[in-house]
């Protein structure tokens, strides 16, 4: 008599999906305790961060290599209130010659949240590729200010563009996109 093959399933049995859990739960407590964690887990009752409810700063970074053709910035936003909120994602960020040439901010994959106590501030590293640097694409904004939107909000602010000293500067980028690096919790101000 030949062997009945039955259809492959895949369920987990439900004691080793508790004690991976449990052993996730545990690590990640075992990790906080040290203070090996840079950023707080956030917490599930607390309101997404809007736009409004955010001190935005626009700051550029001072230095970058001899002959390096990209330039950094800073976006920064601190929680004005004394309640905690979530930074879950990528702030939008737009910078526009009046109603034509624009550059977007752009990040890649999908980042952690960030718990966002009050007072505390969340940064995002931005590289560009300035103007009249070898190679330089030919579609360039040059602006004072930048068009910014917390994640998963629909208002937005504009936010003046400063130097590392605090003074009001030019931001100056070609290309299609800024690239962003992902959210992370800094000291205010920062």
Same mark, same amino acid.
């Given at each position: 008599m030949p062997a009945t093959t039955r259809p492959a399933?895949?369920?987990?049995?439900?004691?080793l999906a508790a004690l991976t859990a449990g052993?996730?739960?545990?690590?990640?407590?075992?990790?906080?305790?040290?203070?090996?964690? *840079? *950023?707080?887990?956030?917490?599930?009752?607390?309101?997404?961060?809007?736009t409004a409810t955010l001190t935005w700063t626009l700051s550029l970074l001072d230095g970058g290599r001899r002959g390096?053709?990209?330039?950094?910035?800073?976006?920064?936003?601190?929680?004005?209130?004394?309640?905690?909120?979530?930074?879950?994602?990528?702030?939008?960020?737009?910078?526009?010659?009046?109603?034509a040439d624009g550059i977007e901010g752009a990040g890649s994959g999908r980042p952690a949240p960030v718990a966002l106590p009050g007072h505390a501030a969340v940064s995002v590293d931005l590289r560009y590729t300035r103007?009249? *640097?070898?190679g330089a694409d030919t579609w360039c904004v040059r602006q004072?200010?930048?068009?910014?939107?917390?994640?998963?909000?629909?208002?937005?602010?504009?936010?003046?563009v400063t130097d590392a000293h605090g003074r009001a500067a030019v931001l100056d980028a070609c290309g299609e996109t800024i690239a962003m690096t992902a959210p992370r919790r800094t000291g205010a101000g920062s």
């Open positions: 399933t895949t369920r987990p049995a439900r004691g052993l996730a739960l545990t690590a990640g407590l075992t990790l906080t305790a040290c203070g090996t964690t *840079t *950023t707080a887990a956030p917490d599930a009752t607390a309101p997404p961060c809007r390096d053709a990209r330039s950094g910035a800073r976006l920064t936003a601190v929680n004005k209130g004394s309640g905690a909120c979530v930074f879950a994602g990528y702030p939008r960020l737009e910078l526009h010659n009046g109603k103007r009249g *640097t070898p004072h200010e930048a068009a910014v939107t917390a994640p998963h909000d629909t208002r937005g602010t504009v936010v003046p």
